[in-house]
């Protein structure tokens, strides 16, 4: 171990310590330690660990701090690991000199705009833990190739850039658990232009990364996430996003969790995605996916999205079920927004199990937020082979759910209701769906509620109240099996199944609805 006063450190704040600090490392003393004091850097510290050797860099139980006062990183960790993860793929230097490199128990604090925490590049098994990043451009930065990347246990704190940021990385096996993740401008853990597998994102707090605590002029709308997986170039699976609280302040664009993947891929390149057990609220939209396959979105809470709680376009096989949409009561209903669900060309998806309540939205406007538009609680347009199911969608405006041009669904065990006085809800579901022979069938019911297989229709027309069978089936692709209560033309027509538990036959009705005779 090489105490940093032994190669001439000051630790005074004042005095430039870059020399002192960097030949310590390149002594190849293993760890290097750094005492209770300021260390005023200029430039990078490089630990080249093919050259020195295993090393670590530590701070005294946190009393230490590198104050960076230039560009780029305060610390570098270069390995030369090129292989995957496997035993095979290792050579015997790696071993040697290179795995676990470690930082810890320190601060790093910029001094230069520019000024950056850590970056690790090339590198195998590197752990970061108990390291206060703050008032820097980018807390961690890895880039290259990294396998089995460890960061638990810091604070990523104000900062003008990303906290971590996995930028043009080949990565496989990373921990981010534990950590403090809060008032980064453009993010609080950002993955771009890289090749990810295995990521776990488990038990942090991450939250206002946007540019609400910095105040920079007319950056408000710079589109900014607590989580941004983004595979516009290069993929990302085989990932959980588990245990956290993921919250924001209100900032135009933004998202707390936000995926994006290639429209034109087969496979989307972003997916394998769990999202579960979650706190995740208050921004412009809670959760929003473009071009993804393949995430379980389950047991969360998620609140008060001033543009929508979840918003997914292009998506496929995306399971939505066991969470609970609505709004912080405690905040008083002036200021609290629920705005529902919108799936835009989504295919092959469950959204089940779900209880989704609106607050005041549709009447009301957040204050800072642009006045919303939506047709329903949850909407679905241009949707294919959806199942919608026991689910409560509650206090809606102007409609429960709203399907437009959408075929191959299914609706079954849900509860529509409107339980405010006045109502605000003038349709529990409202569809235009494509129908037989390239027609159009639309309709509307006033409420719709499951409360018992095949019980008798009552007040379809001009009621709050109605109840269905216990599913309902619209499959337009055949056109010709229509399921449920509508209201078209001031009559309800309802299908084969119900018709028969009532005694009636069904008929063609000649537009190719299939519908009861009276």
């Not at 000024?115 to 752990?127: C, F, I």
């Not at 302040?249 to 707390?256: D, E, I, L």
């Not at 609140?303 to 929508?308: D, E, L, Q, T, V």
Request: hydrophobic share 35%; with cysteine; aromatic share 4%.
């Amino acid at each position: 171990m090489a105490q940093a006063a032994d190669y001439g450190a000051a630790g005074d704040g004042v005095t430039d310590d870059t020399e002192a600090l960097q030949h310590a490392i390149d002594e190849s003393v293993g760890e290097v330690c750094l005492p209770r004091g300021d260390y005023r850097i200029t430039r990078a510290l490089i630990v080249s660990l093919p050259t020195v050797g295993r090393t670590s860099i530590r701070g005294e139980s946190g009393t230490a701090r590198i104050l960076m006062d230039g560009a780029g990183p305060a610390i570098v960790f270069r390995g030369s690991h090129t292989g995957t993860a496997a035993p095979k793929d290792f050579r015997d230097t790696i071993w040697t000199h290179e795995r676990l490199p470690m930082l810890s128990d320190l601060e790093i604090t910029g001094l230069h705009p520019e000024a950056d925490g850590v970056r690790l590049e090339g590198v195998m098994q590197p752990v970061v833990t108990g390291v206060l990043l703050r008032r820097l451009r980018h807390g961690i930065q890895i880039t290259g190739r990294a396998r089995n990347v460890l960061i638990s246990h810091c604070h990523i704190y104000h900062n003008t850039g990303i906290g971590i940021w996995l930028d043009t990385v080949n990565l496989h096996q990373t921990i981010i658990s534990s950590s403090h993740i809060s008032y980064c401008r453009l993010g609080g853990i950002r993955i771009e232009k890289s090749e990810i597998r295995n990521l776990q994102i488990t038990g942090n707090d991450i939250e206002y990364n946007n540019n609400g605590g910095h105040g920079v002029p007319d950056a408000d709308g710079v589109p900014t996430a607590e989580i941004w997986l983004d595979a516009s170039e290069g993929s990302i699976r085989e990932g959980t996003i588990c245990s956290n609280t993921i919250q924001a302040t209100y900032s135009p664009n933004g998202a707390n969790i936000r995926m994006i993947g290639q429209p034109a891929a087969v496979n989307a390149k972003v997916g394998m995605i769990a999202v579960s057990g979650n706190l995740i609220g208050s921004q412009w939209v809670n959760v929003h996916l473009t071009s993804v396959q393949g995430v379980s979105l389950t047991g969360n809470c998620i609140y008060s999205g001033h543009h929508r709680n979840l918003l997914l376009e292009d998506c496929a096989q995306i399971t939505i079920g066991d969470n609970s949409l609505g709004h912080n009561a405690d905040y008083g209903v002036e200021r609290e927004l629920c705005t529902g669900v919108t799936l835009r060309r989504c295919r092959d998806s469950i959204f089940s199990g779900n209880i989704l309540q609106d607050c005041q939205t549709g009447r009301h406007q957040f204050p800072e937020a642009p006045e919303l538009q939506r047709r329903g609680l949850l909407e679905l347009e241009d949707c294919r082979n959806v199942t919608i199911s026991h689910s409560q969608i509650l206090d809606s405006a102007p409609t429960g759910i709203w399907l437009n041009n959408c075929q191959d669904m299914i609706l079954m065990g849900l509860s529509v209701e409107d339980r405010r006085e006045p109502p605000l809800q003038r349709h529990a579901i409202e569809w235009s769906l494509p129908g037989a022979n390239g027609g159009v069938g639309s309709g509307s019911c006033e409420s719709w509620s499951h409360r018992s297989a095949f019980q008798s229709l009552r007040g379809c027309e001009g009621s709050r109240e109605a109840s269905i069978p216990i599913s309902a089936r619209f499959l337009s692709s055949g056109g010709r099996t229509w399921r449920g209560t509508t209201r078209v033309g001031g009559s309800c027509s309802f299908a084969s199944t119900v018709c028969r538990a009532r005694g009636a036959q069904p008929r063609n009705s000649g537009s190719g609805w299939t519908s009861c005779g009276a």
